[in-house]
Structures are given as structure tokens and as C-alpha cells.
């Protein structure tokens, strides 16, 4: 049983996941998402936004990402704005890359899939444009006059695209990197048991529970609409991946001061869960063997 709820401030950091080929996924994630190298001390590869580390590629992986298994269903980059959403989009389109551009309501997403099978979604909060959630075990999303909506249509290309400016449609202003204010926004994850993953995130880690329905979960810090998914669409009990597959090796989970990092891994501890030191944080696994990092958020 929850006992204490995570910090309102606490967030997702940086995702690091494996890939194939680092010179392919270096191209990748610079040219097509719009990510910028950052320094890298070892053989990782280390992508940001003005100066904030994103995503993090290791180029160690002997196969592309293993189906039906536990772990990353998509890793999710959220931007300041729809021109820079319309960015993203028009310049995957101009490389004839696939992309789903997708209308939530209150996000308008896009989703695609790097070359190794590793999910995407880039994204901008939309709120203004409605709600979507899940009530009494079902999904639903109601536009700003509370007209229900599917939340899964096509985004409205011609609309968005009318925030692009002259230099963007030109193309020079497309090759521009992601901006200030870009952020890892959620991290949406397979597991074996959504009811195991919420008693490890919710009654131990001390996420709240903003939706559930069979299969599914959605959990968040702070009345965020979710910093984490959770889902059983892998298959129930789906297994980890083998050794050398692409896909996730960890993600993170920043708390705003060394006190709440220090509450969540003393509830960890009391659970009986196993800690590792690593990097500038404590890390651990998941029922389903994700493995999450714990730390104060830069």
C-alpha cells in the first residue's frame, strides 16, 4: 500500500538505450529528431538539447530490438511548441521516413521508430484543445466544448504546418537543432504484470496513479498526465529481451533535492529492493527488469 507520494517536481531524465550501429544512430537522432552531440568521456554516445542530455545511444547491441519482449515501448521527447513539432515532422517527411502523426487532444504527437526498432515519440502539450484520460477502466478524450473525440485521430498537417516560418519552409530552418526547453517528457515501458509494475512505481516509489484500465497504466508526479506508461501489449508475462538486442538499458528518474532522492530509495530499501550505486544516482530493476536510475535532476 502507498505510503508516500514522489516528489511534485520529479521528472524523467535522460533514456539510455542500445543500438547496432552508432555512426547510423548518431545520423539518425542528429539529422531526422534533431538532437545535438554532447561530450562523451566513453564510447556512448550522448544527445541533447541546448546543452541537456535526452537520450543516450550505446553502440554495443549485435541485433535490432527483440518483439514481445519487456522494456521500451517508447521512449518520449516533448518540445517547447508546435512549430517545433512541424519542424520535426516536415523534416522526417522530406526523407520519406515513417512517422504517425497523431492528434491526443491535449498532445499532438508524432511516433516513429529509429533504425534498430527503438520507439519515438516527439511531442507538445496541448491542453487548451481538451483532456484525454481514462475513466472507469476506459480511454477517453473530450475537445475544449466537451465533445468526446477518439484521441487517436490524424494530426491536422495544414494547421500545424502554418506555424513554420518563411526560413522553415525554405529549408534551412528544418536542418535547425531542437531547441531550449526540450525534454525527455515520459518514458512508456512494457512489462510482464501491470499490476506488479504499479506496486513497484506506485505503493514503493511513490508515483500516482492518473489512469488504469486492463493492461494498462498511466502514473505521473505531480498531476503530470503520465511520466510513466506501463502496458502489457509485449504479451502478459513477456520476458527481457536476450543479451545483445537494441532496445532500453535504463532510464532515469530525477527528484528535485538529495531529500527526496534519499525518501525514494529509503522506501526502495524498506521494499526489500536490491540498489546499485551508478553514474551520480542509485539505480535498480523493475519487476519486469527494467532497470531505472535514480537521481537529482541537473
Known sequence: MKTQSIAAKAGVGPVEIAVTDG?????????????SPLSSDGPEIRMGAAGREIVVLHP??????????????????????RRELARVIARLGQVRWDQYPTD???????????????GIEIYVESPEDGTM??????Y?????????RSGRD?????DLFGHLTEEDRTGDGLLAPMPEGT???HVHLHVADVDDALQFYVDLIGFDVMGKMPGVGFISAGGYHHHLGLNEWAGKGARPAPPGH?????????????RDLDDVVSRLEHGEVRMSEEADGLAAVDPSANRVLFRVGG
Open 183 to 185: 525534454r525527455m517528457g
Open 60 to 81: 554495443d547491441a549485435t541485433q535490432p530490438v527483440a518483439p514481445r519482449t519487456s522494456g521500451l515501448y517508447h521512449l518520449a521527447i516533448v518540445v517547447p511548441d
Open 104 to 118: 491526443h487532444v491535449m498532445t499532438k504527437a508524432n511516433y516513429l521508430w529509429d533504425p534498430d526498432g527503438n
Open 23 to 35: 555512426e547510423r544512430a548518431l545520423h539518425f537522432y542528429r539529422d531526422y529528431v534533431g538532437l
Open 133 to 138: 484520460g481514462m475513466v472507469n477502466g476506459t
Open 154 to 158: 490524424p494530426l491536422d498537417l495544414e
Open 246 to 258: 537494441a532496445g532500453l538499458r535504463r532510464f532515469t528518474v530525477e527528484l528535485p533535492t538529495k
Open 140 to 148: 477517453g478524450a473530450w475537445d475544449k466544448d466537451g465533445r468526446p
